[in-house]
Nanobody, 125 residues
Framework: QLQLVESGGGLVQPGGSLRLSCAAS????????IGWFRQAPGKEREGVSC????????NYADSVKGRFTISRDNAKKTVYLQKNILKAEDTAIYYC??????????????????WGQGTQVTVSS
């Protein structure tokens, strides 16, 4: 059965860094685009970043460009989101999601089929 499990969340000071991991099981990651999304209380789910199945292309929300970096290791069946220079507005539950696709990726949440349970990130002084 397809599963995605996020980890690496926690409490961090503004300006600090975290690396989130998304571990996949039950399927071959090679043919899936992976996206990272976040949802803060009272707000709509927001696309953060995505990476194509090959790792050859990525997309980022304007709010995180230059601060976040997505990467993947298909051999380890893991996708990472390195988050630097964190801001209070980055506080949210972060989800990874998978989409069976070969080609450029999208950060539109409705295009993804499989979702993890989320990991909480809190940025606070």
């Amino acid at each position: 059965q397809l599963q995605l499990v996020e980890s690496g969340g926690g409490l961090v000071q503004p300006g600090g860094s975290l690396r989130l991991s998304c571990a996949a099981s039950g399927f071959t990651l090679d043919y899936y685009a992976i996206g990272w999304f976040r949802q803060a209380p009272g707000k709509e789910r927001e696309g953060v970043s995505c990476i194509s199945s090959s790792g050859g292309s990525t997309n980022y929300a304007d709010s995180v460009k230059g601060r976040f970096t997505i990467s993947r290791d298909n051999a380890k069946k893991t996708v990472y989101l390195q988050k630097n220079i964190l801001k209070a507005e980055d506080t949210a539950i972060y989800y990874c999601a998978a989409r069976p696709r070969v080609g450029p990726c999208t950060i539109l949440a409705g295009q993804y089929n499989y979702w993890g349970q989320g990991t909480q990130v809190t940025v606070s002084s």
